[in-house]
């Protein structure tokens, strides 16, 4: 759906609406400011019209940076707007988030890895975006061995540079200290093992579609 050009009436009488520029004016290197008022609807500032989460998420890909305010309580909604925009993608059916990963996500609520879990998905998701071409390099060459394991490789050495990382910031995890230990992780059950075989099969088809042959399949066989 495209943007609606008509100006929103509330618009008029926030006291910051002087200031907003003429529609098509260069963007400001500041976040764009978008207003979710009572009825749900998303009104751009700085265009001067109303937008659709669908908007938004092009505004995402393309590098264009927003803050999303509640128009009545001025409070910080961009998360929820945020996971929104993904809620609406995974129904759409362009699954990012398998469901093993979002089962040990909410299990991880409140527990005491819970602070270093947003760190190390982003340090993670950096890696993967900054190493792509690598390894849409070293699928398109993978012999003898799978898409999977070449993922696996990444995520072994993904791990390794952020503990060496985090013992920087967090000595006493090197010198010992009298901390205890979290609890090691409770082993999976069978149900969810054979819940992430069926992600990792599916993992492999769609990598197996993003190869340069489009239908080239790994010699190494199925992962055991």
Same mark, same amino acid.
Request: charge should be neutral; glycine fraction near 6%; avoid cysteine.
């Given at each position: ?32 400011? !978008? ?11 700085? *265009? ?25 309580? /001025?409070?910080? !909604? ?6 929104? !925009? !993904? ?36 340090? *993670? ?51 010992? *200290? ?36 489009? *239908?080239?399949?790994?010699?190494? /066989?199925?992962?055991?």
């Amino acid at each position: 759906m495209g943007r609606m050009t008509k100006t929103d009436p509330a618009a008029k009488t926030d006291p910051a609406a002087k200031d907003m520029p003429e529609k098509g004016a260069p963007m400001a290197s500041e976040p764009v400011a !978008i207003k979710k008022y009572a009825n749900r609807r998303l009104y751009h500032t700085g *265009s001067s019209e109303y937008v659709t989460l669908e908007d938004l998420a092009r505004m995402v890909k393309a590098g264009e940076d927003f803050v999303v305010s509640d128009a009545k309580t /001025g409070e910080d !909604i961009t998360r929820s707007v945020l996971a929104q !925009i !993904i809620f609406e993608q995974e129904n759409k059916g362009q699954n990012l988030l398998p469901v093993t990963f979002m089962r040990q996500l909410i299990r991880l609520y409140g527990d005491s890895m819970q602070a270093l879990v947003p760190q190390y998905l982003d340090f *993670s998701l950096d890696s993967l975006i900054n190493n792509q071409q690598k390894l849409r390099e070293q699928f398109s060459q993978a012999l003898g061995q799978t898409p999977f394991a070449i993922l696996e490789e990444q995520t072994r050495k993904n791990m390794a540079v952020f503990a060496n990382a985090l013992r920087m910031l967090t000595p006493f995890a090197i010198t010992g *200290s009298t901390t205890p230990e979290p609890p090691a992780a409770e082993p999976a059950r069978p149900d969810e093992i054979s819940e992430m075989k069926r992600e990792m099969d599916r993992m492999r088809e769609r990598l197996e579609r993003l190869s340069p042959s489009g *239908s080239a399949k790994p010699s190494g /066989g199925q992962p055991s």
